[in-house]
C-alpha cells in the first residue's frame, strides 16, 4: 500500500468511538492498516492484480484465492476507513502470489440511527449474527472483517491479522469456476450463471453460494453519523444464495438462475461463487467474475 495512503485512512479513523450494535473494536483499522505495511515488508511487494471488466472468471489463474467478508454500514461513521481498506486490498492484495475475493455485506441494524443505507439487508445481519455464534464472538459489530468463514480480523494484534492472511494462502482449496453467465430469454431480471466446484475430500458436505454484488456504489449520505458525506463502497452485495450442495467427492456442475432487481444492469455486477462447510463454515473454494465488457 502507498505510503500516502496509509497515512490518509489512518487520519481518518476516529479511534475515540466505535460502530457497533452498542459495542465495537474500531482499532482494527488502524492495526489492518500496520499489517498491510508489515506484511508487504516481509513477503516483499504485493502482486498488483489487475482490476477491469473482463467477461471470463477472473480468478482461475490465481493459486491462492481468500474470501474477505467486511460488514459494514453507511450508518456508521467507523465504516468509511474500512469500506477504503476493502478497496486497497480489492488491488493490491498484502500477500504476494493470493487474491482477495471481497465482499461489501452492509447490515440493516444501522438503519434506524437517521439514515437506511439502500443497500442494507437483513439476510446480511443474519449472516453475520451466524458467523459470531458459530465463532464463539461475543457479538456483531462494524466494521468487522471474517476471512475465509473461519477467522475474524481483531484488533490490537497487528501480528495476528498477518497471520491469518499468511495461514490463508497456503490452505489448499478446490477449484471453483464461474462460466457462461447470460440474461435468460424469457425474463430479463434474471441471470443464469454456470457454476462448476471440483470434488471435495473433506469429511462433510458444503453448501455451493453465489453472491450477486454492485462492483461499485457511491451515495450521498443526507443524515446519521455520515452526514454529509459522499461514500464509495466496492463489491456490495445485493444478494447471497444458496444454489445447491457439493457432496463428499462429488462435483458440482450446474447453470443457476439469479433474479435481479427490475432495472440493475448486469454489467454493473459481480458474481462470486464459492463452497462452503454450513454453519457458517469454513471456506472450500471461491471464485470471482468481474462485470462483462
Not at 169 to 195: F, T
Not at 207 to 224: C, H, K, N
Not at 249 to 259: A, I, M, Q, R, Y
Amino acid at each position: 500500500m502507498a505510503i500516502a495512503t496509509e497515512n490518509f485512512l489512518i487520519q481518518n479513523i476516529d479511534m475515540s468511538r466505535c460502530g457497533s450494535v452498542r459495542s465495537s473494536v474500531c482499532a482494527v483499522l488502524f492495526f489492518g492498516l500496520l499489517l498491510l505495511q508489515t506484511v508487504s515488508t516481509a513477503e516483499g511487494r504485493a502482486q498488483q492484480v489487475e482490476n477491469k471488466t473482463a467477461p471470463a472468471d477472473t480468478s482461475s489463474a490465481v493459486t491462492h484465492p481468500i474470501l474477505v467478508e467486511l460488514f459494514t454500514s453507511e450508518g456508521c461513521s467507523s465504516c468509511p476507513p474500512a469500506d477504503a481498506l476493502l478497496q486497497k486490498m480489492d488491488i493490491s492484495p498484502p500477500i504476494n502470489g493470493a487474491q482477495l475475493i471481497v465482499l461489501s455485506e452492509h447490515v440493516d441494524y444501522w438503519d434506524h440511527d437517521g439514515w437506511k443505507d439502500p443497500n442494507s439487508s437483513a439476510a446480511l445481519t443474519e449472516r453475520q449474527a451466524d458467523y459470531v455464534r458459530v465463532l464463539g464472538l461475543s457479538e456483531p459489530y462494524t466494521p468487522q472483517i471474517i476471512v475465509d468463514g473461519t477467522s475474524e480480523v481483531r484488533a490490537n494484534n497487528p501480528q495476528q491479522f498477518a497471520k491469518v492472511f499468511q495461514e490463508a494462502a497456503v490452505v489448499p482449496k478446490i477449484s471453483v469456476r464461474i462460466g457462461e453467465v447470460s440474461i435468460d430469454a424469457g425474463n430479463p431480471n434474471v441471470l443464469r450463471a454456470h457454476i462448476e466446484a471440483d470434488g471435495s475430500s473433506d469429511k462433510h458436505n458444503a453448501d455451493v453460494f453465489v453472491a450477486v454484488a454492485l462492483d461499485r456504489v457511491e451515495s450521498q449520505v443526507l443524515r446519521g453519523e455520515n452526514g454529509g458525506k459522499h461514500l464509495t463502497n466496492i463489491a456490495v452485495v445485493l444478494q447471497i444464495t444458496k444454489v445447491g450442495k457439493l457432496s463428499k467427492g462429488k462435483s458440482f456442475d450446474e447453470t443457476v438462475p439469479l433474479k435481479l432487481k427490475p432495472g440493475t444492469d448486469p454489467k454493473s455486477l459481480r458474481i462470486v461463487a464459492f463452497v462452503q462447510e454450513s454453519g457458517p463454515g469454513k471456506l472450500l473454494g471461491v471464485a470471482l467474475r468481474r462485470p462483462a465488457s
